[in-house]
């Protein structure tokens, strides 16, 4: 079982930088590829940046440049830093991986880019 708390959302103005946290519970927290995924309203939830258990990132193209992941093995945390915002990022974020053949989400937080 894989539970996760994240952290970090809210409010932020156009050109303007969030960090979200996703913290893991358990100890095999550095043996999982970690995902965070968004879902705007009335879109598909949709795959922002992902890190493996080695560090190796990729991120999709709307994201490349201004979201940066990383992950804190000591304390069972992944991170997305957020840079120059724009409204067109608005979404519930979630952190995801998978584990034996099973998805794990976090319960999603909310970020909205807006003046």
């Known amino acids: 079982q894989v539970q996760f708390v994240e952290s970090g959302g809210g409010l932020v103005q156009p050109g303007g930088s969030l960090r979200l946290s996703c913290a893991a519970s358990?100890?095999?927290?550095?043996?999982?590829?970690m995902d965070w995924y968004r879902q705007a309203p009335g879109k598909q939830r949709e795959l922002v940046a992902g890190?493996?258990?080695?560090?190796?990132?990729n991120y999709a193209d709307s994201v490349k440049g201004r979201f940066t992941i990383s992950r804190d093995n000591a304390k069972n945390t992944v991170y997305l830093q957020m840079n120059s915002l724009k409204p067109e990022d608005t979404a519930v974020y979630y952190c995801?991986?998978?584990?034996?053949?099973?998805?794990?989400w976090g319960q999603g937080i909310r970020v909205t880019v807006s003046s």
């Open positions: 995801k991986t998978l584990y034996i053949r099973r998805d794990y």
């Open positions: 358990g100890s095999i927290f550095r043996s999982l590829t």
């Open positions: 890190i493996t258990t080695t560090g190796i990132t």
